[in-house]
């Protein structure tokens, strides 16, 4: 029987992904449009090019740990000490830094090697010996937020250099319009391409596939707000560089979740522990270095987050960032159930929450009332995904 070359059109697409209790990022998409929109009518200033830039630069941070904890909600589990191990593996390389003269980038390398350490020592716990995460995670928050005020001392704040390495990492710009478009239509043209790629591929083998003209009114829909996006940041300073490597940091980790062996072993364990284990997978060990990548992500965003204020003090990695990281990478599509999500979950979770964050502050509004908004929106997100679950599992998909 001849396979129709062609997918349904996109209405169609949409709403049999809806009805199945799959409807992707377009309602996340969608809220911030509409977040974007309200806080534009209230304040004009929130579209601004300086307002923009630092909206840019703000989720780079925090953004980062939710990328590492979109890999442990994907194979089913939690962590909830990335908050500490962010602040921790600050403290480390502003000790070693600062007070011990270490070289900045080998201060950096063993903060890093740290953040690894604690989530191999979480996924021990949790692959290897069967405690649940919850409580594995619960136990590092507390014991790794009291190794970093023992690290930090009697001085409780260590200042770093702010023309240093760190610093740099959200406080320099790549400026003029080149690098801003630059990376834009590198985005956009890499978008084209692996769609053509794929709809050639499919369409050789005879499978359903996306007609040329659908490509291209897709990468036209990609191309307007990147496009509309680069020249915003080339009028204010730049690229900037934060968002550079956070953008990097989520497309390279995308590919491995998306195109590697790896990356669909641990689809596979968040479809089912028993099912990935008689499928071939080595359970243990991916539970194990899931909670690694974590760690790894959470010293990342610890530096990005000294980098913002130039310091380390025994607040640090505390206050919301943990519900920060959960609720974006949640927000975002990541399903708390496990087998469901990437790591571009965590950039549109981030740009919903700070968007919140910074149209409240432009408007002045208090930190209470956005906590309050936050957690609504965590809440909505939550319902759609336990009722985009319950659409699968009666259709046969969960």
Known sequence: MAVKPATPGWATELT??????????????????????????????????????????????????????????????IDLSVGAVSGLCAAVFAVLNVNNGMAEWLAVLVALLFGAATGAVHGFFVAKVGVPAFVVTLAGLLAWNGLMLQILGTTGTINIDDEGLVAGLTGRYLGGAVPAFGLAAVTVGGFFLVAWRQARRRAAAGLPHRPAGEIAARTAALGVPVFASAWVLAAFQGLPVALLIFLGAVAGLDFVLRRTPYGRSIRALGGGMEAA???????????????????????TGGLFLTSRIASVGQTSGGGSLIIDVIAAAVIGGTSLFGGRGSTWSALLGMLVIQSIASGMALLGIQVAVQFMITGGVLLAAVVVDSLSRRLRKSHGRA
């Open 16 to 77: 049999r992904r809806a009805r199945d209790g799959e409807p992707g990022s377009l309602p996340v998409v969608a809220g911030l449009a509409a977040i974007w929109i309200t806080f534009q009518i209230l304040d004009s200033a929130f579209l601004s090019p300086r307002n923009l830039s630092n909206l840019a630069v703000d989720v780079a941070g925090t953004g980062l740990i939710a990328v590492g904890i979109v890999f442990v909600l994907l194979v089913g589990d």
């Open 277 to 299: 284990r008689r499928a071939g997978v080595n359970v243990a060990r991916v539970r194990l270095s899931v909670f690694v990548i974590a760690g790894v992500m959470a010293a």
